[in-house]
């Protein structure tokens, strides 16, 4: 389980690449509340996590 899940994490990172979409994310949510910034990348995490498994 643990092996699958590391690799699962890896693929992930490969594929969103998070550090590449920064340029991205950081723009469009300029005018948007810091809290609701917040929960915008929380959700996008956790759509992309439930996209994996």
Same mark, same amino acid.
């Given at each position: 389980?643990?092996? &699958? =899940?590391? &690799?699962?994490? #890896? ?6 690449? %998070?550090? /590449? &979409?920064?340029?991205?994310? #950081? ?6 509340? %810091? ?11 956790? #759509?992309? =996590? /439930?996209?994996?498994?």
């Amino acid at each position: 389980m643990e092996h &699958s =899940f590391l &690799s699962a994490f #890896i693929l992930l990172l490969l594929v969103l690449d %998070p550090l /590449g &979409s920064l340029p991205v994310f #950081i723009p469009l949510m300029h005018d948007v509340a %810091p809290a609701r910034r917040t929960r915008v990348a929380v959700r996008e995490v956790l #759509i992309a =996590f /439930g996209v994996l498994f």
